[in-house]
């Protein structure tokens, strides 16, 4: 199973960024999704997670309002449309995918990860 993340980038305050994951090698549009992010000396936190058919979607709550997680099954692709951006989402931004059962929005859930790509908010 190979995850690939791109998207990332610097970006001013109130910007917006999409970030885009494909997945290859599993049935893509069995699994439940996530996007995580993790920052130095901090643990991985779930940021969004979408069910495989994309039905229900679940957001942190410093997200809410602000980021949009979509998925297209027939292009193998995640997205998560991120406006209104502010220097707290300065991150490594991971895709997840292979989601068990728990939390969604826990990494515990998921077992394949991509490298990641990093999303900079200059304020």
């Known amino acids: 199973v190979q995850v690939l993340e791109s998207g990332g980038g610097l970006v001013q305050a109130g910007g917006s960024l999409r970030l885009t994951c494909t997945a290859s090698g599993l049935n893509f549009r069995a699994y439940r999704m996530a996007w ?3 920052t130095p000396g901090k643990e991985r936190t779930g940021v969004s997670s979408i069910s495989g058919n994309g039905d229900t979607t679940y957001y ?7 980021f949009t997680i979509s998925r297209d099954n027939a292009k193998n692709t995640l997205y998560l449309q991120m406006n ?4 707290e989402d300065t991150a490594i931004y991971y895709c997840a995918t292979g989601f ?6 826990a990494q515990t859930g998921y077992r394949y990860w991509g490298q990641g790509t990093q999303v900079t908010v200059s304020s």
């Open 84 to 87: 209104n951006l502010n220097p």
């Open 100 to 105: 068990g059962f728990g939390n969604p929005l």
């Open 36 to 38: 995580f992010r993790q």
């Open 60 to 66: 942190a709550d410093s997200v809410k309002g602000r």
